[in-house]
T-cell receptor, first 112, second 116 residues
Framework: KQEVTQIPAALSVPEGENLVLNCSFTDSAIYNLQWFRQDPGKGLTSLLLIQSSQREQTSGRLNASLDKSSGRSTLYIAASQPGDSATYLCAVRPSNTGKLIFGQGTTLQVKP | GAVVSQHPSWVICKSGTSVKIECRSLDFQATTMFWYRQFPKQSLMLMATSNEGSKATYEQGVEKDKFLINHASLTLSTLTVTSAHPEDSSFYIC????????????FGSGTRLTVV
């Protein structure tokens, strides 16, 4: 059974810091992995999607890496800003199903 | 990009009444939609998968008669919470896979249901 874990559960950093959010999964048989952002009381916004054959994806200040063999993905946020404060969710799509398996999320607070 | 419109964004209802939540894919056809429930400070829990033209598939432990799902067209899926009780109060979110090989998932904006 696929399980997804995110560490840390919460993170508070001063503005301007570079930071890394971690996501690990137990079964390497995945189709893709997606990082989402969720603001309080809102839906999910897709940040980056990495196919199983890819190693990383970049969008602006965000970079996500994928090491399928070790079951790990990281989301790197450069030069963090207060507007980055949100909960970040990692989700994997197993190879044999269309259902997403979510981690518990990392709640990020960037202080001005 | 692919957009899923979810309505209402929030609703308050009395115990015993039913509430319908709609999710529409605006610029693409969604043959499948996923319905999630989210408790405060927790991650998303998949409730069911709706498929256009056929019965929904429910996850273990989800009451089919309480959470009625209908996928009437390629652009509309609805979740009806029947005979709602305070314990049904939660945040409900729908999601649809984007079309195309390797595409990810797009989510609705969520519905905050409060049963009083």
């Amino acid at each position: 059974k696929q399980e997804v874990t995110q560490i840390p559960a919460a993170l508070s950093v001063p503005e301007g810091e570079n930071l890394v959010l971690n996501c690990s999964f137990t079964d390497s048989a995945i189709y893709n992995l997606q990082w989402f952002r969720q603001d309080p009381g809102k839906g999910l916004t897709s940040l980056l999607l990495i196919q199983s054959s890819q190693r990383e994806q970049t969008s602006g200040r965000l970079n996500a890496s994928l090491d399928k063999s070790s079951g790990r993905s990281t989301l790197y946020i450069a030069a963090s800003q207060p507007g980055d404060s949100a909960t970040y969710l990692c989700a994997v799509r197993p190879s044999n199903t269309g259902k997403l398996i979510f981690g518990q999320g990392t709640t990020l607070q960037v202080k001005p | 990009g692919a957009v899923v419109s979810q309505h209402p964004s929030w609703v308050i209802c009395k115990s015993g009444t039913s509430v319908k939540i709609e999710c529409r894919s605006l610029d693409f056809q969604a043959t499948t939609m996923f319905w999630y429930r989210q408790f405060p400070k927790q991650s998303l829990m998949l409730m069911a998968t709706s498929n256009e033209g056929s019965k929904a598939t429910y996850e273990q432990g989800v009451e089919k008669d309480k959470f009625l799902i209908n996928h009437a067209s390629l652009t509309l899926s609805t979740l009806t919470v029947t005979s709602a009780h305070p314990e049904d109060s939660s945040f409900y979110i729908c999601s649809a896979p984007q079309t195309g090989v390797g595409y990810g998932y797009t989510f609705g904006s969520g519905t905050r249901l409060t049963v009083v």
